[in-house]
Structures are given as structure tokens and as C-alpha cells.
Nanobody, 123 residues
Framework: QVQLLESGGGLVQPGGSLRLSCAAS????????MGWFRQTPGKEREFLAS????????YYLDSVKGRFTISRDNAKNTVYLQMNSLKPEDTAVYYC????????????????WGQGTQVTASS
């Protein structure tokens, strides 16, 4: 079993940056594909980015490509989401997730989830 804990959320002005971290428990982190999702009230969980086992391949939602960067450090059991040029519409609860299947855009294929961290882009 994998436990995930996100951190790094907060309030930022539009145009600003945040770096989210997701720390995983256990010694099998390197066996999981990792993804970041976000959700706002009344909407379905939205795929943002995912990364392969060793970090060599990454995938993004079109609207965040060029602004968000996913990375992982298997030695630290941590996956990151660097978010730049944040917009008010990026405001949401952000979740990291772990999948045994692949770096999917489908949230239902992820086995483990963190508790979420709030990101608010507002002046």
C-alpha cells in the first residue's frame, strides 16, 4: 500500500508560481506511475499531468502545457508539480495519485490518492 501526502498549496496572485510536492510512503514508489489532478466543487476530477516510472516521459493537459511541469525523485519518494503563470481558473484542490497501470489521464485507473491541497490564484 502507498500513502500520499501533498504539500505546497496556498494563495498566490495571478501570474505567480507554486510548487506542489507529494511524498509517498513505502519502498515501492518507483513501481508506480504518478499523476496530478485537480477538482473544483461540482466538477469532475481533471487530469493535469502524469509521469512514467523513471521520469523519462511526461504527459499534460493541453491547457497547462508550458505552464506546469511534473517531475519525480525516486530516491526521495516524491513527485512534484511546478506551476507557473497561474490563472484564477487554476483555483482548485490539487491531488496526486499513484497508478500500477500506466501514466493514464483516467482518474479511475489510479490506485492511491492523497488528501489534496488547496491552490487559490486570486488578487
Amino acid at each position: 500500500q502507498v500513502q500520499l501526502l501533498e504539500s505546497g498549496g496556498g494563495l498566490v496572485q495571478p501570474g505567480g508560481s507554486l510548487r506542489l510536492s507529494c511524498a509517498a510512503s513505502g519502498r515501492t514508489f518507483g513501481n508506480y506511475y504518478m499523476g496530478w489532478f485537480r477538482q473544483t466543487p461540482g466538477k469532475e476530477r481533471e487530469f493535469l499531468a502524469s509521469i512514467s516510472l523513471r521520469g523519462s516521459n511526461t504527459y499534460y493537459l493541453d491547457s497547462v502545457k508550458g505552464r506546469f511541469t511534473i517531475s519525480r525523485d525516486n530516491a526521495k519518494n516524491t513527485v512534484y508539480l511546478q506551476m507557473n503563470s497561474l490563472k484564477p481558473e487554476d483555483t482548485a484542490v490539487y491531488y496526486c495519485a499513484a497508478s500500477r497501470v500506466g501514466p493514464s489521464r483516467d482518474w479511475s485507473l489510479y490506485n492511491y490518492w492523497g488528501q489534496g491541497t488547496q491552490v487559490t490564484a486570486s488578487s
